[in-house]
């Protein structure tokens, strides 16, 4: 795991930029505390910049990596982010077909694979990664992001040349690129949902999932292609695999425990975090059966009983005879100074403060001497775990509509209502266009839009125009993945191109583990288990209301009944307006950064109004209305202190 940035500049390449080389690196030192490495060429106008956190070939894994002239790679160099597992097999084929290696790194076998295969090179990849690879002989910059997004990357392209990085933060660093903030992408944060690629700033754009983006010299500029290269693709209503019961639980056993035995390797000890999900659960169980010897698990206490899972995570410790440690989050630790550093690691809004409190468990993780955990993210999506697909397979399958159980379901999520449910049904024109129905996901932020809406300024208002922040969601899904499929995979695939990259796997994922040079390793989210699960039928991944069935049967044996018989409950971080101190404890933020000052030199709000719902929300005792004014204040907050703490 690494932290990787540069620019291409043939027309306009500074004679300072080893000195602007050294701020990049500087600003991702988190993500590469063990060294950090460069390559400026002038008269390309190119530096590729390299900060390491060493798991793989610690003392031989230095990069940039270069080809060579003896095995025909020479011109080509690479820098990468991430893992990229299997390599061992790999590098024993691509030895036979006469590449050398110069480290012990994982990360070279993608240098010698394209030049083997070219563009399909990436077809070979497998695990979580963000790598540049430049090609000197073609003029052809590539950039890669792993599948599901993993892993972060970030570019823009303008006058003064191409620019990456694996957080925005290390491009500001470099006096050319631009950083206006784009008022729809603040409409989008302090409603939660991004529209994919987008980012807090005006032509700065995130590498979407499963894309490459192809770089050209072409004279004196660049002919850009956003090459998509995989995407969860869901087979047909009906073509889905026709299996016995048994079949399918086998294989999901085999898949999980191949990419949990793929997970487990590495140069330093590998921990586990524990929760009190299945999947979690499910992983620690794996993980100490594969290395026959115990886990340690990190779990996370809250100091509120409704929010807190840490007692189910304790029993599934005890079972697999797993080393816990538990950090216990308090209040007063979820805001202040860590709230903004959530803030500035993550580069983006959070509606929870869960990523505050993972954030916390990382650098607790990192103190007591690890360097990579393997988690669990990635099994809702793919299995059918969350509430909001369970309801949509209610409302809208025509035989699950005629049961009771989606209306059972919400009665025992209420304490979500306000956040990750909504509390009314409602729909918009543009998903209704696209997938047939307003997916239940999407509907709590829709909501939140409405309340945000009588708040904005008229400049501000002025400046969006008429633009439809849903419309623009629902527009940017690919009709081609959607059209003809279940309305179950219609749902999975909504949240997996927009929620699971923008969220679970940013301030809920890298973002927040790398701020304390911590690797995190989604089991789940392995293409190969991916593909497999996006084969098994609607009423395998969901079995007469139970959630994510397959996986519960296929890990049965290691996991605490009390976890196999437990439905899918939200892992969140208690609302400020649970408690007293919380309370306390966001006041000091709201005095901060939403000041009369600060408000007017944003020009988000209308300070009147914000006001007039802040002292409303003070009076008021109505926990779902209360559930979604949090969520409001933590973007507000967060939009009004983003653009100082991460571009200075």
């Known amino acids: 795991m690494c932290g990787i940035a540069g620019v291409w500049s043939p027309t306009a390449y500074r004679e300072d930029m080893p000195k602007i080389a050294e701020a990049m690196a500087d600003r991702m030192y988190h993500r ?104 000197e002989k073609k003029q052809q910059m590539i950039l890669v992001r792993d599948r599901f997004g993993i892993r972060p990357l970030f570019y823009h392209v303008g006058e003064k040349g191409l620019f990456w990085g694996s957080e925005m933060k290390a491009m500001l660093a470099h006096p050319d690129v631009p950083r206006t903030v784009c008022p729809k992408a603040q409409l989008h944060q302090m409603m939660q949902v991004m529209v994919p690629g987008m980012t807090l700033f005006e032509d700065i754009h995130a590498l979407k999932p499963g894309h490459m983006l192809i770089v050209t010299r072409t004279g004196e500029g660049f002919e850009i292609e956003d090459r998509r290269y995989w995407d969860a693709e869901f087979p047909l209503e009906g073509e889905h695999d026709d299996l016995p019961d048994a079949e399918h639980i086998e294989n999901v056993r085999k898949a999980l425990v191949e990419s949990i035995t793929f997970r487990l390797e590495a140069d330093v000890p590998v921990a ?59 209040a007063k630790d979820l805001y202040g100074k860590n709230f903004e550093d959530a803030v500035y690691y993550s580069e983006r809004t959070f509606y929870n403060t869960l990523g ?16 990579v955990v393997i988690t669990g993210e990635g099994s809702d999506e793919l299995f059918g775990g969350y509430a909001q697909f369970k309801a949509d397979y209610f409302l809208h ?68 125009g008429d633009y439809d922040p849903i419309a623009a969601i629902a527009y940017s899904l690919d009709r081609e993945m959607l059209d003809g499929r279940h309305v179950l995979d219609k749902a999975q695939y909504s949240w997996i191109k927009t929620m699971l990259e923008g969220q679970i796997l940013n301030w809920g994922g890298d973002r927040v583990d790398m701020a304390n040079s911590l690797e995190s390793r989604p089991a789940f989210l392995d ?42 409950f ?30 007017a030199e944003i020009g988000i709000f209308d300070e009147a109004k914000l006001a007039a719902s802040i002292e409303d929300y003070r009076k008021s005792d109505d926990h779902t209305q209360n559930t979604r004014k949090d969520i409001i204040l933590n973007h507000a907050i967060a939009l009004h202190a983003i653009d100082e703490l991460i571009a200075g």
């Open 32 to 135: 590469g505390p063990d060294g950090w490495g460069k390559h400026l060429d002038p008269g390309q106008g190119l530096g590729m910049i390299h900060t390491r956190l060493s798991i793989i070939g610690l003392n031989a894994g230095d990069q940039p990596i270069f080809g060579r002239e003896s095995d025909g790679t020479d011109g080509l160099v690479l820098t990468v982010n991430g893992e990229f597992y299997d390599y061992k097999r790999l590098r024993g084929l691509l030895r036979t077909d006469g590449y050398e290696f110069t480290t012990r790194s994982d990360s070279e076998i993608a240098l010698k694979l394209y030049d083997k295969h070219g563009l399909d090179f990436v077809e070979h990849l497998r695990g979580e990664f963000a790598f540049c690879l430049f090609d």
């Open 272 to 330: 586990c975090y524990l929760s009190g999900g299945i999947d979690s659960c499910s992983i620690i169980g794996m993980a100490a059966a594969i290395q026959q010897s115990p886990v340690k698990a990190f779990t996370i206490s809250f100091d509120d009983a409704r929010y807190d899972e840490a007692a189910i995570a304790t029993e599934m410790a005890e079972k697999a005879g797993a080393d816990q440690d538990i950090l216990h989050v308090k």
């Open 356 to 371: 505050v409190a993972k954030m916390l468990m990382s650098k607790h993780v990192r103190d007591v001497g690890y360097k």
């Open 397 to 464: 399958d025509p035989e699950m509509s005629k049961t009771s159980a989606g209306e059972e379901m919400r009665e025992r999520n209420k304490i979500f209502s306000g956040s990750v449910l909504a509390e009314q049904q409602i729909s918009h024109p543009a998903f209704e266009e696209v997938m047939g129905f307003t997916p239940s996901w999407i509907q709590p932020w829709m909501l939140v839009l409405e309340r945000v809406k009588p708040l904005l300024s008229d400049e501000f208002k002025e400046k969006l």
């Open 527 to 568: 293409h190969h288990v991916a593909e497999l699960a996006m084969r098994i039928p609607p009423h395998v991944r969901i079995r007469d209301g139970v959630e994510k069935w397959v996986v519960r049967e296929a890990m049965k044996h290691v996991l605490p009944e009390v976890l196999y018989k437990r439905e899918k």
């Open 570 to 599: 939200a892992f969140m971080a208690p609302p400020a307006h649970t408690d007293a101190e919380k309370t306390a404890e966001i006041n000091k933020l709201i005095e901060k950064w939403l000041s009369s000052e600060r408000l």
